[in-house]
């Protein structure tokens, strides 16, 4: 039977769960996406042979198979759909079996959010869009160069459509490289989602990093690999249980041995996450290494000195410096006192200089609706259940201001972490 021709917006979703269904057909179709809701694996993928589909959403946890097996045969029926994992349990064991089954675009943990699962769909869109038109466009190139063998007369006309269809190549690399920015901006999103603390930092990371990578002193390759890792380097920290990562930010002290070696593991989980992406290979190895120490005391594999990758010598002083939680001053002479014993002297030097070329991100703490007071800079937008933003992220509270919150979350509650600046 021939399968229908694409459609660029249409969307199968599966879940055996009619609410959980319900709720996101009725979320997508809003936003004009054609949507196919199926309860049943089979009718599913009888509805694959027969329609084309951009994007295809399943639950994970399903009686006549799972998720996975299910997407994994998907895969066989249209390669090029983009494909979805959604899942109540976000594990890396998880994490790992989807790229490797099914080949998964995204996942979603529950419960999901709408603007993270429109912002998901969305991207996916795109990502089916480039790959059928880098499709088209090869066979095109291919075709021409075949027509250009054949027709010597018209050798100057075809070689400027070549030139042209070498272009359109052009722009959509350029689109792919656009989309691979788009997913370090919702691998944030994942990591932020898991513990608001964790974004934050991880904001404060990537501003020092995207200074130090300015430097001529780093090779071009160096640069790109700092910025990537400085985005990724806390995405292993999803692999852990949340409450030992809450405990690790606010009481590290209380930490036992077991829990430590579990920490320090993180690491290894977050170069796994990002080998998973091709041409990725130097990014994980400067996550793997940002823990380790100049003098060799560090983990996962107490490397030492000129042994630690460069771009992880200057990823471990920008995590040093926003991790210590110390006033900025402070936090500075503790990086240049543990300058040749924790952090390479070269890097620190780096820091220090690039440090003064802009204002180094302030530090963040969490604060509960009674206690927030005039005069606090949100570090975070606070928005209504629904996605609509309330207050803007680095606005100055005042009175009134919180008084409206307040009044706002007395009829309709706040449910987000609230985070200033200190």
Not at 251 to 280: C, R, S
Not at 287 to 312: M, N, Q, T, W
Not at 402 to 418: C, V
Request: proline share 5%; charged share 25%.
């Amino acid at each position: 039977m021939k399968i229908s021709e694409p459609r660029s917006r249409s969307v199968l979703v599966l879940d055996d769960d009619d609410i959980v269904l319900l709720a996101i057909q009725e979320t997508l179709e809003r936003e004009s996406y054609d949507v196919s809701a199926f309860t049943n694996p089979h009718e599913a993928l009888k509805a694959l042979s027969q329609n084309r589909y951009a994007v295809i959403i399943s639950d994970h946890r399903m009686p006549e198979m799972t998720g996975l097996e299910f997407l994994d045969e998907c895969k066989v029926i249209q390669p090029n759909a983009s494909r979805i994992l959604i899942t109540g349990v976000l594990t890396l064991n998880t994490v790992v079996e989807a790229v490797n089954r099914g080949e998964i675009f995204r996942f979603l943990a529950k419960p999901w959010i709408r603007e993270e699962l429109l912002a998901t769909v969305e991207n996916a869109t795109q990502r089916y869009t480039l790959v059928e038109a880098n499709e088209k466009l090869q066979a095109d190139t291919l075709d021409l160069n075949e027509k250009l063998v054949a027709t010597n007369a018209s050798l100057e006309d075809k070689i400027r459509e070549l030139e042209e269809k070498a272009s359109e190549l052009d722009h959509a690399n350029q689109a792919l490289e656009r989309n691979f920015r788009h997913s370090l901006e919702l691998c944030f999103r994942l990591i932020e989602a898991f513990h608001p603390i964790l974004g934050q930092q991880t904001k404060s990371v990537v501003a020092i990093c995207e200074e130090v990578a300015k430097s001529p002193l780093l090779e071009p390759r160096e640069q790109e690999t700092l910025r990537v890792s400085s985005w990724l380097y806390n995405l292993g920290r999803i692999g852990l249980p949340r409450d030992l990562v809450s405990k690790s930010l606010n009481d590290p002290q209380a930490i036992d041995e077991n829990e430590k070696t579990l920490l320090q593991h993180y690491p290894v989980y977050g170069q796994t996450l990002a080998n998973f992406v091709e041409n990725l290979e130097e990014v994980g190895q400067a996550i793997r290494s940002h823990r380790e120490r100049f003098d060799g005391h560090g983990y996962p594999d107490k490397l030492s000195r000129e042994s630690i990758p460069v771009p992880a010598r200057h990823l471990a002083v920008a995590v040093g410096f926003v991790e210590c939680n110390l006033p900025r001053d402070q936090a500075l002479e503790h990086i240049i006192r543990e300058s040749g014993r924790a952090y390479h002297p070269e890097a620190v030097r780096l820091f220090m200089k690039s440090s003064n070329l802009s204002s180094l991100p302030k530090q963040v703490r969490e604060v509960t609706l009674a206690e927030l007071e005039a005069g606090m800079v949100l570090a975070k937008g606070i928005y209504s259940p629904s996605g609509l933003l309330l207050i803007p992220e680095e606005r100055r509270l005042t009175g009134g201001v919180i008084s409206k919150i307040k009044e706002h979350d007395f009829a309709n509650p706040i449910t987000q972490r609230l985070m200033v600046f200190r």
